[in-house]
Each structure stands twice: as C-alpha cells, then as structure tokens.
C-alpha cells in the first residue's frame, strides 16, 4: 500500500493540498492499507484517516492495530469517540494539521464543518474525493492481483447460482447460493446485494425459459469483482449474452468514456478497484485503468472487466 | 417466516414523516434535505439495495421535505425501491452529488429559509454556497423523529431480530473444531436471504477472545479490543467466540451477540460470567421505564459488577439504541459522560440494545445483546438469546 500513499502524497503536492481528512473507507482504505470492519450503505462523514503532505505520515481512527499495516505505528492510531469534538481535538493534535494551508476532505456534515473550522481557523478546505478519485483510477500489477482474485470469487459464487437455478426455484434462493459460495471462499463482503432476476429479489418460482439477468459481486480483500450474466432458466440452466465487441472495439488509452457508453444501447461503464470508481462521459481513458462494462439490450444483460491498456484491453 | 404481530407498512411511512415534520416545525426548520441512505429510507420509504460504500455514495438516494407537510421530493437511481406510498409525480432520476452538475441540480431546488441537512458533498457544499444558502445541520430534527419508535418500527425490529435468530440456530448447529470462521457467515447469509431477508449490513463478526487483553491485538484504549473483522481463522476447541451480527427487515437493525464455545460446553468459569451478565442486564431492566435516565442504567450496572471496572467496553456503550441505523441514540454510557447520561430521559417508544461485556481479565469474557423497548409500563424485551450450555 506504500504505493498508493506515494501516489496520494503526490497528488495532493500536485493540488497544494497540506492534509487529507478521509471518512469514507475506500478512500481511508486506500491510503492507509487498512483492513476495518465493513458496514453496507452509506455513513455521514467524520475524519477517520489524517494524511500530511509535509510528514508522509498517516494517522488513523482506530481502537486496535487489528487489520492496520505495521507501517503506521500505534501512536498515530487514534481512538473513535462519541463526541465530535474529541475526534476534531485528536485531528488537530496530528504534527502538521494546524497551521495547514489547503485541506482536503471526502464529505462534511454542518455540524463537523462547524468544529473543524473552529479548530484548523484560516484553512481553505477543498474537496478531497475528486482528488482520490484521480489517484485511485490507475492500477499498479499488485493491485491488478487483489481484482482478479475477487473477480475469481464472484465466478465461482455465479457458477453456484447457475447450480440453483431451475424451473421452480426462487430469486432469494440464487441469492443466497451467490452469497453462500461467496463466505466459503473466505470472502464476506458482498460488493451489491445483487440482481437475481429482480433488483429486490422474492420468493417467487421462476419458470421454464425465463430469462434470468444476475449481477453480483463480491469485495475480497477492499478490491471490487462483480460479474453480471443472463441465464435462461432450464435444467441445466443455458448463458445468453449480449453483444459488447462494440463497446470493446473502442476501449483503448485516449478514448472517452462517452465514447464507450455511446457505442449501442443499454452500455454502462464504471471505473472498478476498491470498490465502485465514477467517471464522467468526458473522463479519458489512460493505461491501467479498470472498468466494468456492461450492456443490458432485449432483456439480456452482460459484462466484463477490463483493464485499459495503449492499443486496446485486457479482460481480468 | 409467519409473525404473529401486525405491521401496516404504509402507516408506518405516514407516521415517519408526520413525526420528521412535527420535529420540523418545533425546531423552525422550513426544509430538511436529507443524504444518508438511511435518512432517506426513514422519511420516505425509499429502498436501495445495500452496496459497499464507493456504490452506495454514488448511487444513494435523495430527499427533500418541507415543513408544509407537502409531498417529499426524492432522486433515485432503484425506481422499483419507490414505495406506492410517494407520489410520483415527486419522483425523479437519480442524481450524483459527487460532481457539480448534479450538486447544482440539488442544491437549485432547496426552497427559501433555514434549510436543515444531514451530510454533505463538497460539490453540494459549494452549489449551496454559491446559491446564497447557509445549510444547518438536520442531527436535531433526525434524533427528535426517529429516537421514539412506532408500533409499527417495532415490529419490523421485533421480525428483523427473529429472522436473525432463527439464521443463528443453523449457524451454531455446525460451529466445531476446524470449522471457519467464514464457513459460520456463509450459513448465515444463505439462512437470512431464504428467510426473506433483503440485506445485511454488518460483515457478521465471529471473534476469537484472548484470555488477557495484553495477550493482543494492541488495544489503543487499554480495554478489550472488540469487533474486529471477520478472517477465514480455523476455530479450535475450547475456542470463546464473541458474536455479532446485523440484518434489516424493512429497513430496521436486528442485532445478535452472544458468547459461543467451539467443541464443548462451557466450563464454570464461563456460566459463571453468562450468571453475572444476566444479573446485571435484569437489573438494567428493572430500571427501565419512562422518566428513568441514562445515568440511572449505567449507575446500576457499575452497581451489580461491584465498581471494578465499568461492565462495557470504554470505546462503545453500555446500551445504544435501533432502528433504521444499527447504532443510533439514544447512547448509554459513551464517553460523552456521566452529565450527558443524566439528561438523557427515557420515553415510551425508544429501543436499547444492551451489550454489557463481563471480563475477567487473564480468564476471557462474555458478551451478549438484549434489545429492549421503553413501554409506558416499563420495558418488553425483543431478543430470545438461548442459553443452551449456559444453565
């Protein structure tokens, strides 16, 4: 992970950002290396990973070094507590946040605005998730490994769900076969709670030749692998794909992603790494770059990851 | 799974939002925008499918409601987690508040006057302020909505806290020496989902206890280092597993804890601390009613553990509360302290989940959850922990 707190250090030298203020766990993910505990959905934001362009120190929000690489010694953890004034008070204790300039930060709420301004006085705060967002787009060979072992481990969970599809059987079962697979590899984090057939899956029977559009994935180890195919429900079940060589034709370094996304209908291209990466139409395509692609056209969906490469990509 | 208690979901997203509106007026706030997946989902019953957090971010719901009680205005990328409950015509598209064109969108609907929010993006930071609007910060008017639970949320924890305990009997039927940790949450995943469960939302924690804080991992606060997450460690016998985990039934946190050993029956020690911890949650019990504060819960639970060491863990609390969040007030026992605990009173309606933690240091602990809703006569307890082993 050392890599990408260079990349981050540079970034922020480049922007003339003095010190990140993280929240979100992708992002503290990235720069710290840090292993935490997983929560679904959305967290208002609190400072719980402090980097300092002038020391190349990160401090972290944390109660135990569990899940912390030995790079950050013990004394720039920092316990969680109840009172945001506390935490503003360990941020502010951090060597180099007071007296910093320019800061960058991945959310607010007004009530922390209030606190951090009244703590850091006369910084300029900037956003600091259009920074990471730039540092996290291309991938080093380390971090191509961490995506194609999930992406191998949401292979494995979409074979389990072909193994419980049949004429009869019920949306939640294919979920719970994806999700079963998914913990017996070793990997517990579900990436989306997936579409079987429906966005919000029931328990009603599936039948005979229905077609069956899955996209599930999985977060092993903080990388994102998610897979998205159609099966036709039959015993054994048959894969119906959707033409993407389209799309693919035009997947290569210095193509918009306006361009991908308007090459046929129903195409959807995100940036994929620790988890789901935006890009805008205008974002251009640059070499290790990760993407899944997908295209949804006559009830059929299906996808691929790629990485970007000069002349064109590489499936992962 | 059949319930035998009534639940009126639309009633339930009607009395939500009456009470957001009420919390509205009394706190003069004329409009409350609201990000947080959770927030949306409490005032407007709009779902999303729960997604790591890079997703969840850029693809969460919106909401804006006035304080006229007019219909909310929600964004949404899930038109099929709009209940039938919201007027369509409010329903829009689903916007990113992660760039400016979709901040500015935002950010040109918020009507005149104090305009209440509870998080922001930069980029909305920025549409506001170039909008000439000082947004104010919408915790109040969350915490005086949410903190008092309707039948009807009741009952959807009520659900939420059985399915995850009828999950748990198939889980611990297969815990034994050289099983996985992750084996126990692929069990429980396929169990929660078959039994109609739409998301999880806490990677379910099954922690292997030392004896002896010191024997690690570092601890930055000097008690016991709990939760952590979840690795494919092999369970051994005579292992001591502390449980934890947390599902949604419509929207609303059931929470499982439990002390569970690997391979054999608990030893005197251990039934001596599960003995210790049920005295203390009774006595914990006992004070709840209306009228009883915080400070009066944590009060008699130093009182029960004989005033060694406080019996919950010094980074969390002795009891938070549910609901559409797995930990939201009211707090117990944080280290807001022993004064905030004071003015904290209890009302019919409010949620605690209680998690003391008995520790012997050099000879482990046990921990265990009990929910309990504040009723007008006391207290009813929502879990059914099973004490199998423990007698």
């Given amino acids: 992970m050392r890599e990408h707190l260079a990349r981050t250090l540079a970034a922020m030298s480049d922007a003339d950002v003095d010190v990140l203020l993280l929240g979100r766990s992708p992002n503290v993910r990235y720069v710290s290396g840090a292993n935490q505990l997983a929560l679904a959905g959305t967290r208002p934001f609190a400072p719980a990973c402090v980097v300092v362009l002038g020391t190349g120190a990160v401090h972290l929000l944390a109660t135990t070094d569990d899940g912390v690489p030995p790079d950050i010694p013990n004394d720039h953890l920092f316990p969680t507590s109840w009172n945001p004034a506390t935490i503003v008070g360990h941020v502010a204790s951090v060597p180099g946040v007071t007296g910093a300039r320019r800061i960058g930060v991945d959310g607010m709420t007004p009530l922390m605005d209030g606190l951090l301004r009244g703590a850091l006085g006369g910084a300029e705060w900037v956003d600091g998730e259009s920074l990471l967002r730039g540092v996290r787009r291309v991938k080093s060979e380390a971090d191509l490994v961490g995506l194609r072992a999930a992406l191998a481990v949401a292979h494995d969970a979409l074979g389990a769900v072909r193994d419980a599809l049949r004429p009869g059987a019920a949306e939640v079962t294919l979920k719970a076969a994806f999700e079963r697979r998914m913990a017996e590899r070793g990997v517990t984090t579900p990436s989306v709670e997936g579409q079987f057939n429906s966005v919000f899956p029931g328990d009603g029977a599936l039948a005979k030749g229905e077609l069956v559009p899955v996209r599930a994935g999985v977060v092993a180890d903080g990388w994102e692998g998610t897979v998205a195919t159609t099966f036709v429900c ?69 996808g691929v990851t790629v990485v970007v490469t000069a002349d064109g990509y590489e499936p992962l | 799974m059949k319930f035998a208690g009534e639940l009126d979901l639309g009633r339930m997203h009607r009395e939500r939002r009456a009470r957001l509106v009420d919390a509205m007026r009394a706190q003069g706030v004329d409009a409350l925008l609201l990000l947080g997946q959770q927030n949306v989902a409490y005032a407007t019953g709009v779902k999303v499918p729960a997604a790591e957090q890079g997703r969840a971010l850029h693809r969460r719901p919106v909401a804006l409601l006035t304080a006229d009680g007019e219909e909310p205005c929600v964004w949404t990328w899930e038109p099929g987690g709009v209940p039938a409950t919201l007027a369509r015509s409010r329903v829009n598209g689903g916007v990113d508040l992660e760039w400016d064109d979709g901040a500015g969108s935002v950010a040109g609907e918020l009507p005149e006057g104090v305009v209440a929010v509870d998080e922001l993006t930069m980029p909305l930071a920025a549409a506001a302020r170039a909008a000439g609007r000082v947004l104010a ?28 305990e009828a999950a748990m009997v198939d889980v611990q039927a297969m815990l034994a020496p050289g099983v996985r940790a992750t084996d126990l949450t692929a069990v429980f995943y396929e169990r929660i989902f078959e039994l109609g469960i739409s998301s999880n939302t806490v990677d379910p924690i099954w922690q292997v206890m030392p004896r002896s804080i010191a024997d690690g991992p570092y601890s930055a606060t000097g008690d016991v280092v709990f939760p952590t997450p979840t690795t494919p460690r092999v369970l051994e016998r005579g292992d001591v597993v502390f449980v934890d985990t947390g599902i949604a039934y419509e929207g609303y946190q059931s929470d499982f804890g439990h002390t569970w050993v690997v391979g054999e029956e608990p030893d005197a020690r251990r039934r001596d601390q599960a003995a210790r911890w049920r005295a203390l949650v009774s006595a914990v019990v006992e004070r709840i009613k209306p009228g009883a504060t915080a400070r009066d819960l944590t009060r008699v639970a130093e009182e029960v553990e004989g005033g060694r060491r406080r019996p919950w863990l010094a980074h969390l609390y002795l009891a938070h509360g549910t609901g559409t969040d797995s930990a939201e007030m009211p707090f117990v026992g944080t280290d807001l302290g022993d004064a905030f605990d004071a003015g904290l009173v209890l009302e019919a309606g409010m949620v605690l989940v209680l998690e003391p933690v008995i520790w012997d240091d050099g000879h482990g602990g046990f921990r265990a959850e009990e929910i309990v809703a504040v009723t007008e006569g006391g207290a009813e307890i929502l879990t059914r922990l099973d004490w199998t082993g423990y007698a």
Avoid: F, W, Y
Wanted: glycine content about 10%; charged content about 30%.
């Fill in chain 1, 234 to 302: 039959a015993d054994p079940p048959r894969e119906r794909t959707a033409r993407l060589d389209d799309v693919l034709a035009r997947c290569r370094a210095g193509a918009t992603v306006g361009d991908l996304r308007n090459a046929a209908d129903g195409v959807t291209v995100d940036g994929v790494g620790l988890g789901h990466e935006e890009l805008a139409d205008g974002d251009v395509l640059e070499p290790a770059m990760t993407l899944t692609i997908e295209r949804s056209a006559a009830d059929v969906l299906s």
């Fill in chain 2, 137 to 164: 910060d919408a915790g109040g008017v969350l915490t005086a909505a949410k903190v008092c639970k309707t039948a009807d949320e009741i009952e959807c924890l009520r659900r939420a806290q059985a399915i995850n």
